[in-house]
């Protein structure tokens, strides 16, 4: 003798929970499946899309202000120096650790009549300062002895 399973009647009690409980299965499976996908954190200066390419050498310091905004900070080295420090990172899975993918420090120098010399976009290459724009790595003197701190300063250990 077989034991037969008793159906559950469209419309009834039973059917209604089966599917209120199905409903609520896949909307916490949405609910965490949305924990898991990753983020992109930026930190610091936003470096606004053609702003670096509107400063020309001999460009005064107030249109370099109008143009970047504030810097991040400021130094004199034989003139000043404009800097804007930035960090992207990414967290591929909620609640884990963020890994820094990008750093960056935009260095723009002036002479003593606040008219631009150079610009530079510093990050890191192979784990070592380069600027991007010249496509060389600064090797000593003053400006790679300010720069360092910044990189240990936006570094994640």
Not at 23 to 51: H, R, S
């Amino acid at each position: 003798m077989t034991a037969s399973v008793p159906k559950i009647a469209r419309g009834s009690a039973a059917s209604r929970g089966h599917r209120l409980r199905a409903a609520l299965a896949a909307t916490l499976l949405c609910v965490v499946m949305a924990g898991c996908t990753g983020e992109t954190f930026q930190k610091g200066y936003i470096l606004p899309p053609g702003a670096l390419e509107q400063i020309q050498i001999g460009a005064s310091q107030d249109q370099v202000l109008i143009v970047m905004g504030t810097p991040s900070t400021v130094a004199t080295l034989n003139g000043e120096v404009f800097y804007y420090i930035s960090q992207r990172a990414e967290r591929k899975v909620a609640f884990m650790n963020q890994t820094v993918v990008d750093q960056r420090v935009i260095a723009i120098y002036f002479d003593k009549n606040r008219q631009v010399t150079r610009l530079a976009n510093y990050g890191l290459k192979d784990g070592r300062i380069f600027d991007f724009i010249s496509r060389t790595t600064p090797t000593s003197g003053q400006e790679i002895s300010y720069l360092q701190p910044l990189f240990k300063l936006l570094s994640p250990n």
